[in-house]
């Protein structure tokens, strides 16, 4: 049964990875060849390993929480980490389909308090889970910054 839940959080975050890859996609070779790149700007080619990677650790340490004994607090992560893919979902949606870059750095902001609130409450469940996290939010760190870069410039 257990793998049963693992098999769910991975099929749930790859399916807002697949929503999000799909818009990033269309519009790469169009709207987004078009921006003024910020100079920090890593190479198109490598957002798609990095990304994947960290739809797993999430799935993961989803799944870690999950199997712990219910608690306000596991309950409490969970559903910060629902909000927070959420939230990733729509960045995707408001950047890339809707070309909202001022929009978009002002909703990965919330996303990068949500995914700190989110492994804050994972780590009262499962450092190993909220050690899983700490990778996503290392980028989204990042991806905050080349987003305000983006908006700057173009």
């Known amino acids: ?15 807002v990875a697949g929503a999000g890859g799909a818009w990033t996609a269309q519009e790469i070779p169009g709207w987004y060849r078009t921006l003024v790149r910020p100079s920090i700007a890593p190479p198109n080619w490598i957002f798609g390993p990095v990304w994947s990677l960290l739809y797993a650790l999430m799935a993961v340490a989803a799944w870690q929480v999950w199997q712990a004994a219910p608690s306000p607090l596991r ?40 995914i700190g609130a989110t492994t804050l409450f994972f780590a009262r469940v499962s450092p190993v889970a909220a050690w899983m996290m700490a990778p996503y939010l290392a980028w989204v760190s990042f991806a905050s910054v080349l987003n305000g870069a983006f908006w700057r410039l173009n």
């Open 1 to 15: 049964m257990r793998w049963i839940g693992l098999l769910f959080w991975v099929m749930l975050c790859f399916a």
């Open 75 to 114: 309950t409490w992560g969970l559903a910060l980490f629902l909000v927070q893919l959420a939230l990733n979902f729509a960045w995707s949606l408001i950047f890339f389909k809707m070309h909202a870059l001022g929009a978009a750095f002002a909703e990965v902001l919330v996303l990068w308090l949500a």
